[in-house]
């Protein structure tokens, strides 16, 4: 499997190695990956993206960008990079931005400016292109610096809460420029504490905690491992109300709970499903949806957690 | 070398979008315009001697004043003819031998006042005035024979004045001081425009959120740092340039004379700069912040400077100093150990003025800081994570 990031063992620490904010870290991100990158606040997720492109140096352990070794400048001609809380130079117009970060790249002249107006045009901004970037909203900050990161149609690009500060419509245009990119081929490393956005997006993902991954692998699998729920199966059934008797009969079946219109229930798998149907419809039972219920990730993230803690696994300090 | 070019284009864009650096930049302006438009090229007279036919004046002056500015010329010649003649140390051990003296006689007149004190016997009283008189007698000598070295020595200077400048036309001697005044100003107002314009440059670059993408991209910090070090110098020369050639076509077109030397000036004025730079970009490099950078900046030159040029210039020669002689010691180390952006401009004054006198020590100072600064600023910006 070919990768486009890859760590050993990379540590970061800091206060002459008092505070460990990067322990030992082991990661693949698979070319052509859309890989989401989970944590807390403080779990040291920024700081991993920051070390892997040598703005914060690493302590110890080895990486490589797309095959290169992380600390040869080259290893970052193939890199876009959106930080968390940008502050790109008021003095520069959204087109300057690009212009200055294009150049950074190695873009030039007439690809330079091409570059420009398409990514420009792609996150929706071609008609602010001109006015000063102190003069924007956050979220069109945000969009221009995801501009300035796809210039160079870079193969590997990371994302550090690209949505932050963006409105709702906004961030689902950005989603959709995110599966534009991977379509394309690029591979992208989204840093987000947006569950759901990171569910929407990538096909892989980690969850790291105090400076560790705790888990890496493709969503499903991870909301699998975690939530043990292979085989069980969680089902909401819409219903008419339920008399004593038909009521008792569903209760022998799994753990019940009832809800406003109707009750959901644990059953043991598919199998369960159609004969409880029938038991229903036999006791007059108007059934209107029965909607198997799926452990998200959100749910998986928070239990992952949770476990970590109650075993008092890491602490930074 | 794209990714340099880009940070110093940078540079460009920030520096052109700050009203302090535009004042400075019209400031500069204003003066190479004051100089080049308002002066004008005076005749003598038909009686005159070819070499003394003209000078340069104001242009609203009908004629020159009574120290006019050919007189000036060699007056600031003369000075540094006789520092060139290495008179300087013998007067200061003139002043010295001075001081002891003075010393001894205060010494005496304590003994004598004791001895009266206690009634000493006629001849003891007798021996000490004996003493003093002897002292009095050498101070004459000492004063007459400092007055006589210091008149020889300007004497001597007048004359090698005038045996150099033989050839040099009044017009020249003019020119030559006028360039050499609009030097001084325009060093002044730069040190003064450019410290508030840079302050900013460093602290702007490394602020959180800034530097990340910057960093982020193919290029190494050495490039970043040197790139955003260069920008505000090549801006800043590249204004200085204009002016000093603005100034040099003017008098070159109005006196028909070409002062190629008037350029000898550039260097030394953007080393000043340079090293100036280097400081508040240094200041804003540990500290983060543009106000402490800028607060730095003008301490250092206005405080700082002023003190070390007044140890280094005043404190060996002046009687004031006389009693505080760890000061006068003190001098000689802070000589070598502290620039002096005032015997910088000084020198760049006397290389427009063509005295074939060259100053090395404060260029090797500010250049040894020079390099200090931009090395320790570099390693603390290579070793900072952001």
Redesign the interface.
């Known amino acids: 499997m070919e990768l486009a990031v890859e760590t050993k063992g990379l540590s970061k620490t800091?206060k002459r190695g008092r505070i460990l904010a990067l322990k030992a870290l082991d990661l693949q991100v698979p070319v052509g990956s859309a890989f989401g990158l989970l944590g807390p606040n403080g779990a040291g997720k920024s700081t991993l993206v920051?070390t892997l492109?040598?703005?914060?140096?690493a302590s110890g352990g080895s990486a490589t960008l797309l095959g290169i070794d992380f600390r040869k400048?080259?290893?970052?001609?193939n890199?876009g990079?959106l930080?968390?809380?940008?502050?790109?130079?008021g003095?520069?117009t959204g087109a300057?931005v690009c212009e200055?970060?294009g150049?950074?790249?190695?873009l030039?002249g007439a690809d330079l400016a091409s570059q420009i107006r398409e990514k420009l045009e792609l996150v929706g901004m071609s008609e602010w292109a001109d006015v000063k970037v102190s003069r924007y909203s956050k979220g069109m900050a945000q969009r221009v610096?995801l501009a300035?990161a796809m210039l160079g149609n870079p193969k590997l690009i990371?994302l550090d809460e690209p949505t932050d500060g963006v409105d709702p419509l906004g961030r689902q245009e950005i989603r959709e420029v995110i599966k534009r990119l991977c379509r394309q081929g690029s591979t992208i490393f989204l840093n987000s504490h947006l569950l759901s956005e990171v569910e929407q997006v990538c096909d892989r993902i980690a969850v790291m905690h105090h400076g560790r991954i705790l888990k890496q692998g493709s969503v499903r699998e991870i909301i699998e491992t975690v939530t043990g729920g292979q085989g069980a199966l969680q089902v909401r059934f819409r219903t008419s109300p339920l008399d004593a008797r038909a009521r008792q009969s569903v209760e022998k079946r799994g753990p019940f709970t009832p809800s406003d219109d109707g009750f959901v229930l644990n059953l043991p798998g598919p199998q369960a499903v159609t004969p409880l149907i029938d038991e229903l419809r036999a006791a007059d039972v108007e059934i209107f949806a029965v909607e198997p219920q799926h452990a998200n990730l959100e749910e998986a993230f928070i239990r992952l957690i949770q476990q970590q803690s109650d075993q008092g696994v890491g602490g930074t300090r | 070398m794209?990714?340099f070019?880009?940070?110093v284009?940078?540079t460009w864009?920030?520096s052109?979008?700050q009203w302090v650096f535009l004042i400075l930049l019209v400031m500069l302006g204003a003066v190479t315009l004051t100089f080049a438009a308002l002066t004008k090229v005076h005749d003598y007279g038909d009686g005159a001697e070819s070499r003394h036919s003209q000078t340069l004046l104001w242009s609203w002056q009908d004629a020159p004043e009574e120290f006019s500015r050919e007189d000036h010329w060699e007056g600031v010649y003369s000075m540094v003819i006789a520092k060139q003649q290495g008179r300087e140390e013998i007067l200061r051990r003139k002043r010295q031998e001075q001081q002891e003296l003075k010393e001894e006689m205060i010494a005496l007149s304590d003994e004598y006042s004791a001895a009266k004190k206690r009634n000493a016997p006629e001849a003891d009283i007798d021996a000490i005035n004996e003493r003093a008189k002897a002292l009095k007698e050498r101070e004459d000598a000492l004063l007459k024979e400092t007055d006589r070295v210091n008149s020889e020595m300007l004497k001597e200077a007048r004359a090698e004045v005038k045996r150099r400048s033989a050839d040099i036309s009044d017009l020249q001697k003019a020119l030559e001081i006028t360039l050499a005044q609009v030097t001084t100003f325009l060093t002044i107002l730069t040190m003064l425009g450019f410290v508030a314009a840079a302050s900013g440059y460093f602290p702007?670059l490394i602020?959180?959120?800034?530097?990340?993408?910057?960093?982020?991209?193919?290029?190494?910090r050495l490039q970043v740092f040197f790139g955003k070090y260069v920008g505000g110098l090549a801006l800043i020369s590249a204004a200085l340039f204009a002016c000093w050639l603005a100034l040099f076509i003017t008098f070159g077109i109005k006196t028909g004379l070409w002062h190629w030397h008037f350029f000898s000036a550039l260097p030394m004025t953007l080393l000043a700069a340079a090293l100036l730079y280097a400081i508040v970009a240094w200041v804003g490099l540990m500290t983060r912040s543009t106000a402490l950078s800028l607060v730095t900046g003008y301490f250092f030159y206005l405080v700082v400077d002023t003190a070390v040029h007044v140890m280094v210039t005043q404190a060996p020669n002046d009687p004031l100093f006389a009693d505080w002689k760890w000061l006068v010691t003190m001098a000689e180390w802070v000589r070598y150990l502290f620039p002096n952006f005032r015997l910088m401009r000084e020198s760049a004054e006397a290389s427009v003025v063509n005295v074939p006198v060259f100053e090395a020590q404060p260029l090797i100072v500010a250049f040894a800081w020079l390099v200090i600064l931009l090395v320790t600023a570099f390693r603390r910006f290579q070793?900072t994570?952001?």
């Open positions: 800091y920051k492109l040598t703005i914060v140096r400048p080259e290893a970052r001609r890199v990079y930080p968390e809380g940008h502050r790109f130079p003095y520069l300057g200055y970060f150049r950074l790249a190695g030039r610096g300035q990371f | 794209q990714a070019l880009a940070i284009a940078d864009r920030q052109k979008q702007g602020a959180q959120g800034s530097v990340d993408s910057v960093l982020a991209r193919p290029v190494n070793r994570d952001f």
